[in-house]
């Protein structure tokens, strides 16, 4: 029986995306404790900019990761082409069936070909926009050679990084998402014990970045090999070279330029913000602002993991048109992913400041109002994040120009305002950019293409999703006393 319990869940794409999320929780409440003793507030803060900027460095992606996975997905599940845009989805009358193999092995070679010339890109944005990012920083710091090795072992990381993409994609979009969620549990948890170590023996921002570049060497190393077996195993051999397949680039490429842009957009209406924020003098203000959006951070990943975990499953689903065994799915997960993302933020808004006491540092969590409304920013940003995943499974991004104009609105109107109006001024113009458009639209386009009506989706979500749960751990109970 244990055996079998074992096996369930270290097989279970939820229970191992969620073990994944909850190493990372414990990473960040164990070594960031640490860390925000060790560090001042501006070493704290720059250390939060610079993993800010490696999230901008993913941008240099350009959408190819979330198309490429979506386009393994589809050939997983058997189609024999990839949909160019809305129209050419629902003309398709694709089957599942049998991995299309042939079209997978195109799509890998395409794919390596192109993440060479944008691993390249990573480069010259943090050469130029990272840097500028920074600068306030360096100043504030006296331009310290431990900032700039932190920051140019930084570039080497991300390089790398860019260069795994593919190799997760493929991992993810041939539902091995357990298999992905378990390894990235494993390394967390490697990296809280490599972190403590360097941390307790104080030897500072320059190994923990070091020690990052390592475990991304190690990681892509772990992917690509799996992957190469994997096809081995089905009498395909991947050899180094690469090839550009035309109709599956022409296809990769139609939604993935906008993909990339919204990308862009999507990083500076919600990151943006940190970059923004690491211009301000205060540095007290600056560092508690880290934490506290750290923190969210955690919570609100945590929370998307029921679903996230899913994504692969539904994007084959929606790939056939089976709309009625997609909602019934994911309806409860979405409800989860609510009651989770909800409870985590209020425990985490009444006992943060006690935490920060019992671990002994002076930092404090942003005020209420300020706290208030960036825990009302993300929720509303996971919802519409989720949906405007599902609906990308079309090969259509529709919401290209509002994403691009709610970033610019951001950095625009925040840069500006941060000077006579602070953080408060800025976490407000992040919220009401986005409530003209992003917090819905993605949802509005989600519900219409899978046909389901918004008033059965809140019925579906809040009283068929707690109704699944119930049952399901009813079920779970009987089985165990038996």
Known sequence: MMKKLIHRIIYSPTLMTWTEQVSIIIHGLVVTSIILVKFNNISYSFWMTIKALVELAM??????????????????EGASRLPKNIKDYEQSMEKSGNPNFEKLKSLLYTSKGIYLILSLFTIIILCTIGIAALWNLFNLGNQSAEFWITFSLMVLQSFILIQSLKWKSFLKGTRNVALYARF???????????????LLNNLGMIYLQLYLVIETIFSTYYFRRFIINWFKGYGIKIKNSFSIDRE?????????????????????????????????????????????????????????????????????????KKFDEFKKDARARIFLTFAIVISGFLTFGLLGNWLLNAIGTDKRLVETLIYLIISLFMFFDLHALIHGTFYISTNDV???????????????????IIPSYGLLGLVIVQFFANLACNFWFSIYL?????????????????????????????????????
């Open 184 to 198: 990235n549990t494993i390394i967390s948890v490697a990296r809280i014990f490599g972190f403590l170590i360097i």
């Open 398 to 416: 529709p919401f290209l120009i509002p994403g691009l104009i709610t970033g610019a609105v951001t950095i625009g109107i925040g840069y500006l």
């Open 248 to 320: 599956i680039f022409q296809s990769l490429w139609s939604v993935s330029w906008k993909s990339g842009l919204n990308t862009v957009g999507y990083f500076f209406t919600n990151r943006g913000i940190n970059l923004l924020t690491a211009q301000l003098k205060n540095t007290g203000l600056m560092a508690g602002f880290f934490f506290t959006y750290q923190v969210l951070g955690f919570i609100k990943g945590f929370a998307h993991a029921p679903v996230y975990a899913h994504y692969p499953q539904y994007y084959s689903l929606i790939a056939v």
């Open 59 to 76: 941008l240099a992606d350009a959408g190819f990761g979330h198309t490429l996975e979506r386009s393994v997905a589809f050939f997983f």
């Open 446 to 482: 989600s519900l219409r293409l899978t046909k389901w009506p918004l008033q059965v989706y809140l019925y579906d979500v809040f009283f068929e999703g707690p109704k699944y749960w119930i049952y399901r751990s009813l079920g779970s109970l009987k089985k165990l006393k038996k």
